[in-house]
């Protein structure tokens, strides 16, 4: 089967099960929707990873449905024009209960031997840890990724969060593979303020590491896409990618950054001034 036909096939299983995406190119999709709610209906064993960072739940002064990231995510409440976000304000129980159903449905929409890759900080690892195991996936170890010495600390007695992590596994066996890998398990990649269209956006450089573990033309998963990186290091890499996006305002950010990689570019992040 050539790679573009098989693409196809691919992505048109996705659109049997959920219908038209939000935006749809060169396989790579964005459906706008609730999580959960599209999961269930994805069709089963397709997807060669689960990649995603989901809301971290971790930190929070208090819970609350309508609390705003902004207020923990950025420099006094300044997101320099970046949208705010929801799902940020589950207790402990209630994230790892809500983990477990998500990355279930995942793992039946994964072939066997698929990936899976979740981002997490400190606080959260524990429980990110149990919930992978939690909805089927075989955890293998962890992944590292270093921040870079800009990351922030109380005052001087605190040794500094620089460090956030990615528990991976997968459905079954580790997979032997000939075509690429041994992957890396630490990387040291900094924020870039140009590159970060989210107020928690991770590198597009650290997610081009991570989809590697897909084979060339394959296809991964995204929950939770936000400004859609997992999609765009897919779109750069070869990768076709999968994201749902609850935030219009993300589905459409995310679509223009696809559309400039998909062109060989990196959409450039524009601050504005706080009100």
């Known amino acids: 089967m050539s790679m573009s036909l098989k693409k196809y096939r691919q992505t048109e299983q996705v659109k049997l099960s959920l219908g038209k995406p939000f935006f749809e190119s060169q396989g790579i999709a964005i459906y706008q929707g609730d999580s959960i709610e599209l999961g269930n209906r994805l069709p089963a064993s397709l997807f060669?990873?689960?990649i995603s960072d989901p809301p971290y739940c971790s930190g929070a002064a208090g819970t609350s449905v309508g609390a705003d990231p902004a207020k923990k995510y950025c420099h006094s409440g300044n997101t320099l024009g970046r949208p705010s976000f929801g799902g940020d304000f589950r207790d402990q129980r209630s994230f790892k209960?809500?983990?477990?159903l998500w990355i279930g449905q995942a793992l039946r929409a994964c072939r066997e031997t698929a990936y899976g890759l979740i981002f997490t900080d400190w606080r959260q690892l524990a429980t990110m840890i149990d919930a992978l195991q939690a909805g089927g996936f075989c955890f293998k170890g962890l992944i590292s990724?270093?921040?870079g010495r800009g990351s922030r600390a109380p005052h001087k007695g605190f040794f500094r969060h620089q460090c956030e992590y990615i528990p991976w596994g997968t459905k079954g066996a580790v997979p032997k593979l000939t075509d690429r890998g041994p992957f890396d398990g630490?990387?040291?990649i900094p924020v870039l303020?140009?590159?970060k269209h989210h107020m928690t956006g991770k590198p597009t450089a650290l997610m081009q590491k991570l989809v590697q573990c897909v084979p060339a033309g394959g296809i991964s998963l995204d929950p939770f896409c936000g400004s859609g990186t997992t999609l765009v290091a897919s779109a750069l890499e070869g990768r076709q990618a999968i994201g749902f996006e609850a935030s219009e305002e993300y589905c459409e950010i995310a679509a223009r950054r696809i559309e400039a990689a998909q062109r060989g570019e990196l959409l450039k992040f524009e601050r504005t001034t706080a009100a």
């Open 97 to 100: 209960y809500w983990c477990s």
């Open 186 to 188: 630490c990387y040291s």
């Open 48 to 50: 060669d990873a689960l």
């Open 145 to 147: 990724w270093d921040k």
């Open 193 to 195: 303020q140009r590159d």
